[in-house]
């Protein structure tokens, strides 16, 4: 059973366009997303995150919306650029027992291409 | 600022034998999680280590042991390997709990097991 679902697996976009990425979830009890970005033969590196008490969240070129109702997240990339082609992936945290268990549940991510 | 680190890069094994992997946390990080990537997957929770202790395990056998040591750096190690463990290990960090960015993880670049 899935939690995290990432629906689709890739997107291609043009240079100075908006990308948006996509993330459903399942599992109500996730209080904390994050979105990380993949390159090959690299760890994931983080992007960006939101807690379940707000609904947007900017850093720079990106944003990430959570509509908490719909149980759905958003990545927006603008403008998008051509070293922003990679697989970017959501996860998601809940507090677990003691408050100490942060695991992340990740979906299988989407492949992202910015063409010049 | 050191990342997080993990060796070795690549490992070939064969079916039945014994692994272990090793990872360096991120400076000031107390808390380790290993993950496993298969491929086209999104990483998969194996277990998290605070204060060397087991912080929590995710759908693995027991075949799958860690421990983490005094300076909170980690090992992995898995026994009686299948072909099915061939997969992206990674390695990832986490800061002090009660703070706000306790639930980012910052990963390191992976090792990557082939097991033939």
């Known amino acids: 059973d899935q939690q995290v679902k990432q629906n689709s697996p890739s997107l291609s976009v043009q240079e100075g366009r908006i990308s948006i990425l996509n993330c459903d979830y399942t599992?109500?009890?996730?209080?904390?997303f994050l979105w990380y970005k993949k390159y090959p033969a690299e760890g994931p590196t983080f992007l960006i995150s939101?807690?379940?008490?707000?609904d947007k969240n900017e850093d720079g070129r990106f944003t990430v919306f959570l509509n908490k109702s719909a149980k759905h997240l958003s990545l927006h990339i603008v403008p998008s650029q051509p070293g922003d082609s990679a697989v970017y992936f959501c996860a998601a945290s809940a507090e677990g027992s003691g408050g100490s268990n942060y695991k992340l549940t990740f979906g299988k991510g989407t492949l992202l291409t910015v063409n010049p | 600022e050191t990342g997080v680190t993990q060796s070795p890069t690549h490992l070939i094994k064969t079916r039945g034998q014994q692994v272990t992997l090793r990872c360096s946390s991120q400076s000031g990080h107390n808390t380790v999680s290993w993950y496993q990537q298969a491929l086209g997957q999104g990483p998969q929770f194996i277990f998290q280590?605070?204060?060397?202790?087991?912080?929590g395990r995710g759908n693995f056998p027991p075949r799958f042991s860690g421990l983490q040591f005094p300076n909170y750096s980690s090992e992995l190690n898995v026994n009686a390997l299948e072909l099915d463990d061939s997969a992206l290990y990674l390695c990832?960090?986490?800061?002090?709990?009660?703070?706000?960015?306790?639930?980012?993880?910052?990963f390191g670049p992976g090792t990557r097991l082939t097991v033939l």
């Open positions: 939101i807690s379940s008490i707000k």
């Open positions: 280590y605070y204060r060397e202790e087991e912080n």
């Open positions: 599992n109500s009890m996730f209080d904390y």
């Open positions: 990832a960090s986490s800061g002090l709990a009660g703070l706000s960015s306790y639930n980012e993880q910052f």
